[in-house]
């Protein structure tokens, strides 16, 4: 079993649909970054969160230290939103903030 | 304030022979962390650099192997390429601070070694 497991694996949504990118961890971690990497392309940090609710535009992404559960919404989701999402998180053990990666969630958003 | 550059930005190698990655930190930042992803797979941690010194690193052999410099940018050197090699090279530059470890990635480079 993965330290940071993503839910679902792929995703398929109508143009205008609100999306929900679930991320749960099993180790300790200070933060938790989310990420988006469109095909052949380099990774970009979406968001950093600690505790809370983060919001930038049309995503949100909130996070329970407690339950080790992370979530990454898109509002009104848009074609150009088609890319993979990943979570990862440094773990509270290394003294380097390497992160350990989700498997990812591949989003397609139609038009 | 400039984002994370890598160079090159494609390669083709031979199996045996030695590449280098270059990567710049973004303005500010002391630390790089350089990450191998082959296709379709998630980023496995190589090694950070903080302060030109190793700091860390991860299940990699010793023929990967890196530098950073006093400007904080960073090298990743790979001798005797082997096939399983071909994978997009990120580097992510961060600085340690409150012990948070945001990380800015760069576009990465994309290895084949053929």
């Known amino acids: 079993k993965n330290e940071v497991e993503q839910s679902p694996q792929n995703l398929t949504a109508q143009e205008g649909e609100f999306i929900t990118i679930n991320c749960s961890y099993s180790v300790g971690i200070s933060a938790l970054h989310w990420l988006q990497q469109h095909p052949g392309g380099g990774i970009v940090s979406l968001f950093m969160l600690s505790s809370g609710k983060k919001k930038h535009g049309r995503l949100i992404a909130t996070i329970n230290i407690q339950e080790k559960h992370s979530s990454l919404h898109i509002t009104a989701s848009h074609p150009r939103d088609s890319a993979v999402y990943i979570c990862?998180?440094?773990?509270?053990?290394?003294?380097?903030?390497?992160?350990?990666f989700g498997q990812g969630t591949t989003l397609q958003v139609k038009p | 304030e400039t984002g994370v550059t890598q160079s090159p930005t494609h390669l083709i190698k031979t199996r045996g022979q030695q590449v280098t990655l270059r990567c710049s930190s973004q303005s500010g930042h002391n630390t790089v962390s350089w990450y191998q992803q082959a296709l379709g797979q998630g980023p496995q941690f190589i090694f950070q650099?903080?302060?030109?010194?190793?700091?860390g690193r991860g299940n990699f052999p010793p023929r990967f192997s890196g530098l950073q410099f006093p400007n904080y940018s960073s090298e990743l050197n790979v001798n005797a390429l082997e096939l399983d090699d071909s994978a997009l090279y990120l580097c992510?530059?961060?600085?340690?601070?409150?012990?948070?470890?945001?990380?800015?990635f760069g576009p990465g480079t994309r290895l084949t070694v053929t």
């Open positions: 650099y903080y302060r030109e010194e190793e700091n």
């Open positions: 992510a530059s961060s600085s340690i601070a409150g012990g948070t470890y945001e990380q800015y």
């Open positions: 990862a998180a440094p773990p509270c053990s290394s003294n380097t903030g390497k992160l350990i």
